[in-house]
């Protein structure tokens, strides 16, 4: 069976796709980072370094749940 959810290993298109769907993690890390005190020192494909209290951590936390739930396959 053919996945047509995702895109083939050594697809020329696939950087380009997950710049794009990091993209939309990342504005969402920046409105959040300027509605509270969250400071955000990386933000590198899989790896992301934060301070701020443990509420607007917590809520840091339930924006990056609510990106990977929004991906997943149904």
């Known amino acids: 069976l053919l996945d047509h959810h ?4 050594g697809c020329p298109l696939a950087p380009f796709l997950f710049l794009l769907y990091v993209e ?5 890390l920046k409105i959040l980072e300027h509605k509270t005190d969250l400071k ?8 992301l370094f934060v301070k701020g209290t443990n509420d607007n951590l917590f809520r ?6 609510d990106f990977a739930n929004a991906q997943e396959p149904k």
């Open 6 to 9: 995702s895109v083939g290993q």
């Open 24 to 28: 939309v993690l990342a504005v969402g």
């Open 40 to 47: 955000i020192f990386a933000f590198v494909d899989i790896m």
């Open 60 to 65: 840091c936390e339930q924006l990056i749940d």
